[in-house]
């Protein structure tokens, strides 16, 4: 039951963060809506986690980023942050690919996944159709 709240928090959350881009512009009407499947992405503590600031740690995480950044500019990752409360969840993903297999191979191609310190579970996520979040993503 616990999972089911932490993940209802998370799809509020992501409703929340992202801009929709189905918000009426001013003076015209709102256009109807359809939906689509995107793929969430809980990253986690893996296995090989460890506390501290090493380089090691630092290298991982500029791996990290930068395999944002580019599944980002492939328009294959519309989203993604940490969560600061310390805790084993450590951030999503928002994936708007063709199918689950190929988000969680995405997920494979991070340093951090590939080298244990993270581990991401992911879901089918039913949402609008055509979210967009500018600046969701650090871009190159």
Known sequence: MRQVARMLLVA???IGVVGLTLAAEEGKPAPTSTMKTYYLGLIKRGPAWTPG???EIRALQEG???NIRKLG??????LAGPFTDGGDLRGLFLFEVATLEEAKA???T???????RLVVEVHPW???EGLTYKGAVPRP
């Open 12 to 14: 509020v959350i992501v």
């Open 53 to 55: 600031d090493t380089p």
């Open 64 to 66: 990290h980023m930068a």
């Open 73 to 78: 500019a492939e328009g294959k990752l519309l």
């Open 106 to 108: 995405l997920c494979e």
């Open 110 to 116: 991070d340093p951090a996944v590939k080298a244990g």
């Open 126 to 128: 039913l949402g609008p």
